[in-house]
């Protein structure tokens, strides 16, 4: 069974622009609204592959219903929304895609979290625990959770026998790694940010600091590359695999795609490297497609094949 967890979901607004105008008038063209959060597009891309989800989370006002019943109404019932409500009002994002790719977020903060909120959902969470659940902890915090809060879910679902998959940055992501999740999904940027080193697309470096975290007790590092593929890494093993030549629609959740498929893989038992070509297919699907809105599944099976990966 997999779990995702959302701390601080979205309504997500996906709109065309011919070019960004800063101070100036701005017309949108083609705008997608979805249900989103990292965590929620996990399991949305969950679906897509026909496997079933526990949605947790906080879910606030309309807003918060609206991703609820979304996910409950899911296509093929593959959602089950488990979410602690928070007064409020769940965020709105906007995210603008100039006809080059290049995409601009415009995100809110989100509703606040009290200490009695978090230890609510901390018990939704272990009530789902056991050993043969993955947990996959993802996005960022909204005002009010502390940024340990990914690090002591990880300590205490460990404790209950379950695997953590967390996906986050800055202080998120840095003291989750002290739990030693069972697999990591940072991209390049956040990867070099938490070691302290300039931004590089070089796979050989990258894949060294995925091996500096599994010295750290790290299972697997995931290690997105957006346009130029991705790099995996366990114990002192890595792969690198290219991007697939597709036609992105939108780049918006194809980690979160990648990490779904890899996610999958681990649930089904599959080995490892059929866990990593899921993870790629599935997130070059998921670039095929507007906004966050997951592929079809014959379009992940159509690029399995095509999936390479090499040892660094």
């Not at 990914?150 to 205490?156: C, E, F, K, V």
Request: proline letters at 8%; one cysteine or more.
């Amino acid at each position: 069974m997999i779990v995702t967890l959302t701390l601080n979901p979205a309504i997500d607004k996906t709109a065309r622009i011919d070019a960004l105008c800063p101070r100036g008038l701005n017309r949108l063209g083609q705008v997608e609204r979805d249900v989103g959060g990292k965590g929620v597009n996990v399991s949305k891309m969950l679906a897509a592959l026909g496997q079933n989800s526990i949605a947790c989370g906080f879910a606030a006002g309309q807003a918060g219903r609206t991703v609820v019943e979304t996910l409950r109404a899911w296509p093929g019932g593959h959602i089950t929304p488990d979410f602690v409500a928070l007064p409020g009002e769940t965020r709105t994002n906007l995210k603008l895609v100039e006809p080059d790719g290049a995409l601009t977020e415009l995100n809110e903060p989100g509703p606040a979290a009290g200490p009695e909120h978090i230890r609510a959902l901390s018990r939704t969470l272990l009530d789902h625990a056991g050993p043969d659940v993955l947990f996959v902890l993802a996005g960022s915090a909204g005002p009010g959770v502390p940024p340990d809060i990914y690090r002591d879910l990880t300590r205490a679902l460990h404790a209950a026998g379950a695997k953590v998959l967390a996906d986050a940055d800055g202080p998120l992501f840095a003291r989750a790694v002290q739990a030693a999740p069972d697999v990591v999904k940072p991209n390049a940027f956040e990867l070099c940010q938490y070691f302290g080193v300039e931004t590089t697309g070089d796979a050989a470096q990258l894949a060294d600091m995925g091996r500096a975290l599994t010295r750290q007790g790290v299972g697997l590092a995931c290690i997105s590359m957006g346009g130029q593929g991705a790099c995996f890494v366990q114990g002192e093993d890595a792969w690198y695999a290219p991007a697939l030549p597709v036609t992105p629609a939108s780049t918006v959740g194809a980690g979160d795609a990648m990490l779904a498929g890899v996610a999958c893989g681990m649930d089904r038992g599959l080995p490892l490297a059929e866990c990593l070509r899921l993870g790629m297919a599935a997130g070059a699907a998921a670039c095929t497609t507007p906004g966050t809105r997951p592929p079809a599944p014959e379009t992940v099976q159509a690029l399995l094949p095509q999936v390479r990966l090499r040892r660094l």
